[in-house]
């Protein structure tokens, strides 16, 4: 799974992060996204259909525009995920196709995102966020346009969090942190050279991105 960091100069030369190393399929992705069956596989008949039994993907919630104060739509499990935190969630990827500044400021806790700009030597959040793009257009190999995001799953267990809280610690040293979770995320997005086809971020870099969303001072932000 892969999570997204901006990579400047710099940080490549200093370690590869992320996006790194991942081969894109050449193929166009079918048209057709199925937004509904976010679990997948087949159940045996003897496990238990009992919701509170049932793994991630057992019940789905949809926020959309029309409903919810989030730019694009919106799927997640409402037993592993707050509203709240897919909002954060719909405001960073947002952000890093439409390049609103305000989405990202938003997601991203403030000290956190300074001292992501300060270490990657850029001077803006609008120069994160045209980082973030360039880096994403080598994958999707086209200008693109989130339309929709999918959160499929949510890590479980107390491993996997070790760089998200080595970050918090460095960047808002002191915060109080109450929640903590990492979640399975793809996009839906378009293309203007192709208008009318939808593409999966998931398939064009062979996973799954995974996303920090932790609760500082009582308030959820993305890890990023």
Known sequence: MKKLFVKTAALLAAAAMTFSAVS??????SSKVNSNNIAGGDVPEDVSLSLE???YGG??????PKDSDVPIGVEFDPRFMTDDEAKKVVDYFYSLSSGETARLENAV????????LETSNLESAQAFLDAEYELIKQYT??????????VDGVLKGDTGYEAYDAL????MPGAKVTEKKVFKVNCTYERPDDVGSVYSLALRLGDDVTVAV????????VIS
């Open 24 to 29: 894109c399929s050449s193929g166009k992705e």
């Open 141 to 150: 190999q086209a200008d693109f346009k989130f339309k929709f995001v999918l």
């Open 59 to 64: 019940e789905y919630k949809q926020l959309t």
């Open 53 to 55: 039994d049932m793994p």
């Open 168 to 171: 918090v610690k460095k960047a």
């Open 109 to 116: 806790a403030p000290e956190l995102l300074k001292y992501r």
């Open 214 to 221: 932790y609760t500082i001072d009582g308030e959820p932000y």
